[in-house]
């Protein structure tokens, strides 16, 4: 086994800027961010619809190249995709010909391990994600809320040193919704992971987040940074958790 650094997954953005072209002019998203995210931290992104979350979450995957400004994952500049980082997407994008078993071990077998290591990664994190007694089952057999913890199971497999989620549970229905965040809580409370977490969720943000990023609407405007200073596991009915849930909505302008 190679020896993994004790801190890493620590990823700072220096001067990001990004923009796009609409109508043949440039058009700012983001416009000189920066921001250390600590490693094993979970930050969640919000920001009214247009703000630049996708793009930044974008940006930070490789998948999308900045303008300007770097991002460092544990010092190193990113240049593309890597395995160091694992992105979860709204749907979950199962190959419906394969088991979920054979779903969440696909990634690992091209990674070098043999296909029983595979397979034993494999069911570790289908049980972590609870759904042991599903290994066999094809991706149609599933509920929104399973594919999805397939997904993500899937995406911790392959053991990132970060994970970028952009709105995972943004599809599912209120119950199963707030039983996955409960489930991403334990999650990462097991899985020493730095998460990037983008949501429209107030509510999802202050309980899954250490700290949550607020992207302005107005593209000259600083982004806003807040601690959610809450004690863990986390209780939506009490009063602190309220407490910041208002001057949450009030800093959107909702209340
Ligand atoms: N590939 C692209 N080409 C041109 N413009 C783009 C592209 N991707 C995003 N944009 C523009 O960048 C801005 C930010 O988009 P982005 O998808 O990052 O917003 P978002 O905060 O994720 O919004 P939502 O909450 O609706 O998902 C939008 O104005 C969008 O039109
Ligand atoms: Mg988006």
Known sequence: MSAV?????????????????????PFQVLKDLNLTIRSGESLAIVGTSGSGKT???????????ADRGDVLIDGNAVRGVGRDRAVIFQEPRLLPWLTVL?????????????????????????????????????????????AQRVGIARALAVQPEILLLDEPLGALDAMTKIAMQQELARIWREEDVTTVLVT???????????RILILPREKGAVPRLIDVDLPRPRDRS??????????????????
Do not use: C, W
């Not at 650094?5 to 002019?25: C, D, F, M, Q, T």
């Not at 779903?103 to 595979?118: I, M, P």
């Not at 089952?137 to 809320?145: F, K, T």
């Not at 429209?200 to 250490?210: N, P, V, Y």
């Open 200 to 210: 429209h969720d107030l509510e999802e943000a202050i309980f899954l987040a250490d």
């Open 102 to 146: 054979d779903n969440v071990a696909f990634g690992l077998e091209t990674q070098g391990l043999s296909r029983d290591e595979a397979r034993n990664r494999a069911r570790r994190y289908i049980n972590l994600v609870g759904l042991q007694q599903f290994e066999n089952a094809y991706p149609r057999q599933l509920s929104g809320g399973m």
């Open 238 to 255: 009490s009063a602190a958790f309220v407490r910041q849930r208002e001057e949450l909505l009030n800093l959107f302008g909702l209340h």
């Open 55 to 65: 793009t930044l979450l974008r940006v930070l995957a490789g998948l999308e190249e």
């Open 5 to 25: 650094p004790s801190e890493r997954g620590e990823v700072a953005i220096r001067h990001l800027s990004k923009s796009y072209h609409l109508n043949g002019k």
